[in-house]
């Protein structure tokens, strides 16, 4: 589609690492990736623990490490999103909540983290962000160690408004927090998003992404399995596309944990293990 | 806070006083006699002039009650006179301590300095050529003993290009009042030198490796997220979470700076407080000696005291811990 503001196509990423000392190969921890977000949009990007959801955000804003290998497109309003297009963008345009408090630098007081980046009116911008999140001014003399988990979380999302942000990236916002504060974590989302940003939230509750996305992406091993309208995840999931999403969708607590499906899943690996097995006594699997 | 500063006096008092009954066991069981020292080759002394040195400065009593004596005239602050330069052992250890503090203090900031932007640079370009040669460069001169370097600098620039003088600390021949303060740098340029490049090494590969751990850590991905460039990184984060262990690295470097000064005033025949103590060694001026150990180890000491406050004053996450 013209109108997203990011299109992520056959998104792979790759690392190169050594084993057994001095032989190199390459992992791909992602494969296939697709997902698009439009202006004002708030896509979910669900998916477990390890299946590169986090890498996908940091693919997108060019924070990978060294040895990383992209392969696919990344188009940022309709223009490829080359290292050096991600490099003037990030931090303007395109901001990023990451997913651990431990982003914060240990050594600087909070408010001159906000500051970082807001130019010569900083100090009155801080107070209002500050303001904004719930946050006291005197806070900012604090150093990060100084400040709860919940504050931090705002301090972070402080950090992320910016004039002129199109794209906001929040890395797992959510988890460890109480119901409230994932409440406000959740309307503080929104919030971007209706006044105009694209929002690509990371994470693995699809419960409470379910509230505020407008579209799901569900993604595991690092292939996107599924896109939907969060309006699909309804029911017992019939308008939902491929198999994987429905059990993920029914699996989830306030659904049962559809005990009928999982019967199926133990079927299925049972076979799984046979089949392996023979190709094991074959001697074909080699890596 | 006041606590710790309390416990810390009690130890350098242990400290010290562990040490003194160290130095002086080990000195009464070296074959060094002081009255022999004192009279040097002189032959005229009869027998019964030196049984009355003996008498005068109490060698004939016991070990112990030799301590006692001397400890507590130290406690008076008097630490004797000096046999070598007949002189009180304060006053030679006070001046002769000015000269090697300007000879440690600028290889301590030069070394520092250098050493820090070395390991910095390191990191930055980890793997790289650069990264390898400031590597391979610490590596070679943390195995390079203070002497053979200092020799080395002597052939070069005082022998071969004769750039600097060979020795000492002042010109010879001329009277103290005419000697000028280049004079004096001109002099004090190679040993400085000496010691400053092997400083280097240990704050370099030190900081190069808490560099890297710095440019992996979170907040510098978060930092490069936000937009920040290589050197904001460097200015906001990098230098704020770095500089303060490599200060108290070269605060607990005062111990190897002090050796290392020995050596090389004594390559440099420049006369500070190590080639003073050498020289009270090897002639065996024992007042003079033991107190240039008290003062050396004190000084070693307030470096590593100072390294230890800083830590927990600086850093505001050590706040209460002190």
């Known amino acids: ?287 | 806070m006041a606590k710790s500063i309390a416990i810390r006096l009690v130890r350098v008092a242990t400290l010290l006083i562990g040490l003194s009954i160290l130095t002086f066991s080990l000195i009464h069981l070296s074959p060094m006699d002081p009255v022999n020292a004192y009279i040097g080759g002189d032959t005229s002394a009869s027998p019964e002039q030196i049984e009355k040195f003996k008498q005068y400065w109490g060698v004939d009593k016991s070990p112990v009650e030799q301590y006692l004596s001397w400890a507590g005239s130290l406690l008076q602050g008097n630490f004797g006179t000096s046999l070598l330069y007949r002189s009180p052992v304060l006053d030679i250890i006070q001046s002769r301590f000015l000269t090697s503090l300007a000879l440690m203090g600028a290889a301590w900031l030069l070394s520092g300095g250098i050493g820090y932007s070395l390991g910095v640079i390191a990191a930055v370009h980890r793997g790289k050529l650069i990264d390898r040669i400031i590597k391979w460069y610490s590596y070679t001169l943390v195995s390079t003993p203070i002497f053979w370097m200092g020799l080395i600098l002597l052939i070069v620039f005082a022998v071969w290009l004769k750039w600097f003088p060979v020795g000492l600390a002042v010109p010879a021949g001329v009277l103290e009042s005419e000697v000028r303060f280049i004079d004096r740098v001109h002099h004090f340029a190679l040993p400085a030198l000496t010691l400053s490049i092997l400083g280097v090494a240990n704050v370099a590969m030190h900081t190069r490796e808490k560099m890297i751990d710095i440019l992996n850590s979170e907040y510098i991905v978060f930092a490069k997220a936000r937009g920040e460039s290589k050197w904001q990184i460097f200015k906001n984060h990098g230098f704020r979470n770095s500089i303060l262990p490599a200060i108290s690295l070269q605060f607990a470097y005062f111990g190897e700076l002090f050796g290392g000064s020995m050596l090389a005033e004594q390559v440099f025949a420049y006369p500070g407080l190590g080639s003073t103590l050498t020289t009270a060694g090897l002639k065996g001026d024992l007042p003079l000696m033991v107190g240039i150990i008290l003062v050396s180890s004190l000084f070693v000491f307030a470096g590593n005291l100072i390294a230890d406050i800083l830590n927990k004053v600086v850093d505001p996450r050590m706040k209460g811990a002190v």
């Open chain 1, 1 to 287: 589609m013209s109108d997203a503001l990011l299109q992520v196509e056959h998104l792979s990423i790759g690392f190169s690492q050594y084993f057994k000392g001095t032989k190199k190969r390459v992992i791909h921890p992602i494969s296939d990736l697709n997902v698009e977000i439009r202006e004002g949009e708030i896509v979910a990007v669900v998916g477990s623990s390890g299946s590169g959801k986090s890498l996908l955000a940091h693919a997108v804003l060019g924070i990978l490490p060294g040895n990383a290998v992209c392969g696919g497109n990344i188009a940022y309003r309709g223009e490829p999103l080359t290292e050096e297009r991600k490099a003037r963008l990030r931090g303007r345009e395109i901001s990023f909540i990451p997913q651990s408090v431990n982003y914060l630098d240990p050594l600087m007081r909070v408010g001159k983290q906000v500051r970082i980046g807001l130019g010569a009116d900083a100090p009155s911008v801080q107070q209002a962000l500050f303001q904004r999140y719930g946050l006291k001014a005197s806070d900012g003399r604090l150093f990060p160690y100084e400040l709860s988990g919940g504050m931090l979380r705002r301090v972070l999302f402080a950090t992320s408004v910016r004039e002129g942000v199109r794209l906001v990236i929040a890395d797992e916002p959510t988890p460890g927090i109480h119901p409230e504060a994932l409440a406000e974590i959740l309307k503080q989302l929104k919030q971007l998003a209706s006044e105009g940003a694209g929002v690509m939230l990371i994470t693995h509750d699809l419960m409470s992404a379910l509230e505020i996305a407008d579209r799901v992406a569900v993604i595991e091993e690092g292939r996107t399995v599924e896109i939907s309208e969060a309006a699909a995840f309804e029911g017992a999931g019939r308008q939902l596309r491929t198999e994987f999403t429905r059990r993920l969708w029914r699996a989830l607590p306030d659904n049962d944990f559809d005990l009928e499906l999982q019967g199926k899943e133990e079927v299925r690996i049972a076979a799984d293990r046979r089949k392996s097995g023979l190709l094991l006594s074959k001697g074909a699997l080699d890596f």
